[in-house]
C-alpha cells in the first residue's frame, strides 16, 4: 500500500480584516472599529450576490456600523479614498457615490455664490 506523507489540511482563505488603504494617512480612528470584530464578509459582497441577499447583508454591517464609536471617521475615509466597494460608516458604496455627488453640486454652488459676491462687490 502506498502511503502518502502527511500534508496539512486546505482551509479556505479568510478575507483580511477591512482597514484603511493608506493607514499612514488615515490616522488611528480604524484601531477603534467596531468591524474589526466582524467578518469581512458582512461589509464587502460576495460574486453574483443575489439583491435580496445583499440587501440583508448591507442591513446587518449598517447596523454594526450604527453602534461604532468611530462610524463618522470611518465614513470620511471611504469619501476621501473614495473607496469603491463595501459598507464603509454604515453607508453602501451607491449611498457614498450620492454624497460625493451632493458635496460636488454643493462646492459649485458655493464657489458661484463667491464668485457673485465678488463681482457685486466690485461694482
Given at each position: 500500500m502506498l502511503?502518502?506523507?502527511?500534508?496539512?489540511?486546505?482551509v479556505a482563505a479568510v478575507p483580511p480584516q477591512r482597514t484603511p488603504a493608506r493607514e499612514?494617512?488615515?490616522?488611528?480612528?480604524?484601531s477603534?472599529?467596531?468591524?474589526?470584530?466582524?467578518?469581512?464578509?458582512?461589509?464587502?459582497?460576495p460574486s453574483k450576490e443575489p439583491t435580496a441577499a445583499r440587501l440583508s447583508r448591507?442591513?446587518?454591517?449598517?447596523?454594526v456600523c450604527a453602534r461604532c464609536?468611530?462610524?463618522?471617521?470611518c465614513r470620511e475615509h471611504a469619501l476621501d479614498q473614495p473607496e469603491p466597494y463595501g459598507v464603509w460608516g454604515g453607508l453602501?458604496?451607491?449611498?457614498?457615490?450620492?454624497?460625493?455627488a451632493r458635496r460636488r453640486r454643493r462646492d459649485i454652488e458655493l464657489?458661484?455664490?463667491?464668485?457673485?459676491?465678488?463681482?457685486?462687490?466690485?461694482?
Open positions: 502511503h502518502m506523507p502527511h500534508q496539512p489540511l486546505q499612514d494617512q488615515a490616522g488611528p480612528w480604524h477603534e472599529a467596531v468591524c474589526r470584530r466582524d467578518e469581512a464578509g458582512l461589509f464587502f459582497a448591507e442591513e446587518a454591517a449598517k447596523q464609536p468611530v462610524m463618522v471617521e453602501t458604496a451607491a449611498e457614498r457615490r450620492v454624497v460625493l464657489k458661484a455664490a463667491s464668485q457673485a459676491g465678488r463681482i457685486a462687490a466690485a461694482g
